[in-house]
C-alpha cells in the first residue's frame, strides 16, 4: 500500500470511499450495528469515517413516529429527529451527526419537486430515474464530504445502511441509484456492498438458507453484487453450512462473515476483526497506510475491555 501524510484530507482525491450495508429475509436483522462495526475496525486503523443511514419512508423525518411502531426517535445536536440506528453510529464511533446524515424519502422528493416548482429541470418532465436517482447520489457525495469527528478533515470512507429489505418498492430507486452510479469498473476500488441476510434455525437444529439465498437474489436482480455476505444466525457456522452458503453465493469462504447472537452488541466489532474483515476493507479499496503509527491491535483490544466491561455491569 502507498502512504501519504495524514494531514491531507483524504485519500489521494476528494472521492470518499462509500459502503452500502443493505440486509436480506427481514427487517431488524442488525444492519444498524454490522454498519456501526465497520466503522471502529476503520477508526481503530486509523481512518476517519463518516455515516449515512438511509429510511425509504416518504416521512419527511421521524419525528412524527410512534414509538410503538418505529423504535423511540433519537434527537441530534441540530435538532434533527431520526431512527435510533444513528444514535448507534454516535456512540460507537464517537462522531456527532446532522439531520444530513439521515435521507429519507421524504427529504428526497421534497427537494427534487422544489427544483421543478423553480424551473431548474427546464420544463422537461420529472421521473424517479434519472431525477430522484441523481438526486439521491448527489445528496451521498455531498454528506459523505463532511467531518464529523472533530478534526475537519474529510472522511476517508463513509459507511451507507440501507433500511428495510432488499426487494422492498420503497427501497428500489435507492439500490438503483447505486447500481447505475457505481457499476463502472473505474468505480470499483471506490465502492463496496455489504450484505447482511439471516440464517433461520428450525427446532430440529436444521438451518434454512432458502430465504438467504432468495434474498441474495434479489439484490443482484437491482444490479449490486455483494462484496461481503454477512450471517446472522443463532450458533457459529460449521464448515459444511459455509461450503454451501459459499455455493449459492457465489463468494469466495473468507467473503461469507459470521456474525452469531452475541451477549452484547459491544462483541461485533471484535467477531468482524477476528474475521479478517478489517483487511477486506483495506484491500477492496486500496486505502493507504497512513504515516502517523496506528496501533489497530491495541485500539481493538481497548474496546474489548469495553465489551468485557459492558458484560460485568450485567
Same mark, same amino acid.
Request: glycine residues 8%; charged residues 25%.
Given at each position: 500500500m502507498e502512504q501519504y501524510s495524514d494531514s491531507s484530507d483524504s485519500g489521494s482525491n476528494d472521492s470518499v470511499k462509500l459502503i452500502l450495508v443493505t440486509g436480506g429475509v427481514m427487517s431488524g436483522v442488525g444492519k444498524g450495528i454490522i454498519s456501526s462495526s465497520l466503522g471502529v475496525l476503520l477508526q481503530a486503523k486509523g481512518y476517519r469515517v463518516s455515516a449515512i443511514k438511509i429510511d425509504p419512508y416518504i416521512n419527511v423525518d421521524a419525528g412524527t413516529f410512534s414509538p410503538f411502531e418505529h423504535g423511540e426517535v433519537f434527537v441530534l445536536d441540530d435538532g434533527g429527529e431520526v431512527d435510533l440506528d444513528l444514535g448507534n453510529y454516535e456512540r460507537f464511533l464517537k462522531l456527532r451527526l446532522s439531520r444530513d446524515n439521515n435521507i429519507t424519502t421524504g427529504k428526497i422528493y421534497q427537494q427534487v419537486i422544489e427544483r421543478e416548482r423553480r424551473g431548474d429541470y427546464l420544463g422537461r418532465?420529472?421521473?424517479?430515474?434519472?431525477?430522484?436517482?441523481?438526486?439521491?447520489?448527489?445528496?451521498?457525495?455531498?454528506?459523505?464530504?463532511?467531518?464529523?469527528? /472533530?478534526?475537519?478533515?474529510?472522511?476517508?470512507?463513509?459507511?451507507? @445502511?440501507? /433500511? /428495510?429489505?432488499?426487494?422492498?418498492i420503497e427501497g428500489m430507486p435507492y439500490t438503483n441509484a447505486f447500481s447505475q452510479a457505481f457499476r463502472r469498473k473505474t468505480e470499483r476500488n471506490r465502492f463496496m456492498t455489504v450484505h447482511v441476510t439471516k440464517l433461520l434455525h428450525e427446532d430440529t437444529g436444521e438451518v434454512k438458507t432458502k430465504p438467504a439465498q432468495n434474498g441474495l437474489k434479489s439484490l443482484r436482480e437491482t444490479g449490486l453484487i455483494p462484496d461481503l455476505l454477512i450471517c446472522r444466525s443463532k450458533k457459529p457456522l460449521n464448515?459444511?453450512?459455509?461450503?454451501?452458503?459459499?455455493?449459492?453465493?457465489? $463468494?469466495?469462504?473468507? %467473503?461469507?462473515?459470521?456474525?452469531?447472537?452475541?451477549?452484547?452488541?459491544? *462483541?461485533?466489532?471484535?467477531? $468482524?476483526?477476528? *474475521?479478517?474483515? $478489517?483487511?477486506?476493507?483495506? %484491500?477492496?479499496?486500496?486505502?493507504? @497506510?497512513? $504515516?502517523?503509527?496506528?496501533?489497530?491491535e491495541l485500539n481493538i483490544s481497548r474496546w474489548r475491555q469495553l465489551m468485557l466491561k459492558n458484560q460485568e455491569r450485567k
Amino acid at each position: 500500500m502507498e502512504q501519504y501524510s495524514d494531514s491531507s484530507d483524504s485519500g489521494s482525491n476528494d472521492s470518499v470511499k462509500l459502503i452500502l450495508v443493505t440486509g436480506g429475509v427481514m427487517s431488524g436483522v442488525g444492519k444498524g450495528i454490522i454498519s456501526s462495526s465497520l466503522g471502529v475496525l476503520l477508526q481503530a486503523k486509523g481512518y476517519r469515517v463518516s455515516a449515512i443511514k438511509i429510511d425509504p419512508y416518504i416521512n419527511v423525518d421521524a419525528g412524527t413516529f410512534s414509538p410503538f411502531e418505529h423504535g423511540e426517535v433519537f434527537v441530534l445536536d441540530d435538532g434533527g429527529e431520526v431512527d435510533l440506528d444513528l444514535g448507534n453510529y454516535e456512540r460507537f464511533l464517537k462522531l456527532r451527526l446532522s439531520r444530513d446524515n439521515n435521507i429519507t424519502t421524504g427529504k428526497i422528493y421534497q427537494q427534487v419537486i422544489e427544483r421543478e416548482r423553480r424551473g431548474d429541470y427546464l420544463g422537461r418532465t420529472v421521473k424517479t430515474v434519472p431525477h430522484i436517482t441523481e438526486a439521491i447520489i448527489e445528496w451521498v457525495e455531498r454528506v459523505s464530504k463532511i467531518p464529523l469527528d /472533530g478534526t475537519n478533515k474529510i472522511p476517508h470512507v463513509c459507511i451507507i @445502511e440501507l /433500511g /428495510g429489505t432488499v426487494g422492498d418498492i420503497e427501497g428500489m430507486p435507492y439500490t438503483n441509484a447505486f447500481s447505475q452510479a457505481f457499476r463502472r469498473k473505474t468505480e470499483r476500488n471506490r465502492f463496496m456492498t455489504v450484505h447482511v441476510t439471516k440464517l433461520l434455525h428450525e427446532d430440529t437444529g436444521e438451518v434454512k438458507t432458502k430465504p438467504a439465498q432468495n434474498g441474495l437474489k434479489s439484490l443482484r436482480e437491482t444490479g449490486l453484487i455483494p462484496d461481503l455476505l454477512i450471517c446472522r444466525s443463532k450458533k457459529p457456522l460449521n464448515d459444511a453450512l459455509r461450503a454451501k452458503i459459499s455455493a449459492f453465493s457465489q $463468494l469466495e469462504s473468507d %467473503e461469507i462473515i459470521d456474525v452469531f447472537d452475541c451477549s452484547n452488541i459491544y *462483541q461485533v466489532p471484535i467477531l $468482524l476483526y477476528k *474475521q479478517k474483515v $478489517l483487511n477486506r476493507l483495506c %484491500e477492496h479499496f486500496q486505502l493507504p @497506510e497512513l $504515516l502517523s503509527e496506528i496501533k489497530t491491535e491495541l485500539n481493538i483490544s481497548r474496546w474489548r475491555q469495553l465489551m468485557l466491561k459492558n458484560q460485568e455491569r450485567k
